[in-house]
């Protein structure tokens, strides 16, 4: 599967971004998806995951509340809606799907793979 994050850009604090991720390849509705983050400096961080469907999911405690994860199997697409942003969101963001020998629930990059091209979201104070 190959992925691509679109959807950056930059927005005030407490404004809102919404982030797609195209896959290609191989039957999309199989995986679990991931996005994560990687602001400058820094080491890229896990941010939320998707199941075969929007009831399964799972998120880092900084975006719970703030974030949602989606998914649209029929045109092989997984969203990132993010409200109430602040300074701290800003980085690069990634999509990527789980191993299969992932255990469900995991947040480690290790995984994950088929990492796309991320896309940069900024949030100005």
């Known amino acids: 599967v190959q992925l691509q994050a679109s959807g950056g850009g930059l927005v005030q604090a407490g404004g809102s971004l919404r982030l797609s991720c195209a896959a290609s390849g191989r039957p999309f509705s199989r995986y679990v998806m991931g996005w994560f983050r990687q602001a400058p400096g820094k080491e890229r961080e896990f941010v939320a995951a998707i199941g075969w469907s929007d009831d399964i999911t799972y998120y880092a405690d900084s975006v719970k509340g703030r974030f949602t994860i989606s998914r649209d199997n029929a045109k092989n697409m997984v969203y990132l809606q993010m409200n109430s942003l602040k300074p701290e969101d800003t980085a690069v963001y990634f999509c990527?799907?789980?191993?299969?020998?992932?255990?469900?629930?995991?947040?480690?990059?290790?995984?994950?793979?088929?990492w796309g091209q991320g896309t940069q979201v900024t949030v100005s104070s």
């Open positions: 990527a799907l789980k191993r299969g020998i992932a255990g469900w629930g995991t947040r480690e990059t290790t995984d994950f793979g088929s």
